[in-house]
């Protein structure tokens, strides 16, 4: 099934920039993370905000913003476009079908057609789901894709998915303490690829 979503049709989906056929996968949550997730209004009013360590006061201080996280992968989708010129993307650019295609499957499908990929995990992130996604990717690319992945994690995010990627499939990570610096890193992965592809050490995918 994954076969049946080809880089033309990727790139037919998605507006022009300067170096139109090398795709980067933008992944992460879409939603930011919410205390009512896990916690009760009685449970939270009972809380004394000021007593948390500073992480954890951010929680409770960002309750509403339910959509920073979308934005947050936007922004970068929208950076990488600029510069260095790449066709950024996220899953919801493609016009696919949940119907037709399972997103699991879709999102398999676009990291193996990409030039590379993204994973973007901010410390408000709603995370549920997306470490399975990515391990599931993991599972399936490591040995052909691995060089062509990178995960990036604001530094007050802790995973356990991610040592154990990490140790399992020697998946490259990144911090980041700010989204200037979030979107450098990024920038530089996406450069290494290209200049990896330009000289030989990597395949071109077309």
């Known amino acids: 099934m994954t076969?049946?979503?080809?880089?033309?049709e990727i790139r037919a989906a998605l507006g022009r920039t300067t170096y139109d056929r090398?795709?980067?996968?933008?992944?992460?949550?879409?939603?930011?993370?919410n205390l009512n997730y896990v916690l009760s209004e009685e449970e939270l009013a009972a809380i004394d905000i000021?007593?948390?360590?500073?992480?954890?006061?951010?929680?409770?201080?960002?309750?509403?913003?339910?959509?920073?996280?979308?934005?947050?992968?936007?922004?970068?989708?929208?950076?990488?476009?600029?510069d260095p010129g790449v066709n950024a993307f996220l899953a919801?650019?493609?016009d696919l079908s949940t119907d037709e295609v399972d997103a699991a499957t879709?999102?398999?499908?676009?990291?193996?057609?990409?030039?590379?990929?993204?994973?973007v995990l901010p410390f408000l992130g709603h995370n549920f789901g997306v470490g399975e996604e990515a391990g599931?990717?993991?599972?399936?690319?490591?040995?052909?894709?691995?060089?062509?992945?990178?995960?990036?994690?604001?530094a007050t995010v802790t995973s356990e998915m991610i040592r154990a990627a990490r140790a399992r499939w020697d998946l490259r990570v990144e911090t980041y303490d700010t989204e200037a610096e979030l979107h450098k890193r990024i920038r530089l992965f996406v450069a290494d690829v290209m200049n990896r592809e330009?000289?030989?050490?990597?395949?071109?995918?077309?």
Do not use: C, W
């Not at 879709?106 to 994973?119: K, P």
């Not at 330009?198 to 077309?206: A, F, Q, S, Y």
């Open 3 to 8: 076969d049946a979503i080809s880089r033309d």
């Open 22 to 33: 090398f795709l980067v996968y933008v992944m992460g949550p879409y939603k930011s993370f």
């Open 50 to 82: 000021d007593d948390l360590p500073g992480p954890i006061r951010k929680l409770f201080t960002a309750r509403d913003e339910v959509d920073d996280a979308l934005a947050l992968l936007r922004r970068v989708q929208g950076t990488l476009r600029a």
């Open 92 to 94: 919801v650019d493609v």
């Open 106 to 119: 879709q999102s398999l499908a676009f990291a193996a057609a990409s030039n590379a990929t993204v994973f």
């Open 136 to 154: 599931s990717i993991l599972e399936r690319l490591s040995e052909t894709h691995g060089d062509r992945i990178v995960f990036v994690h604001e």
């Open 198 to 206: 330009l000289h030989g050490d990597l395949d071109r995918l077309d």
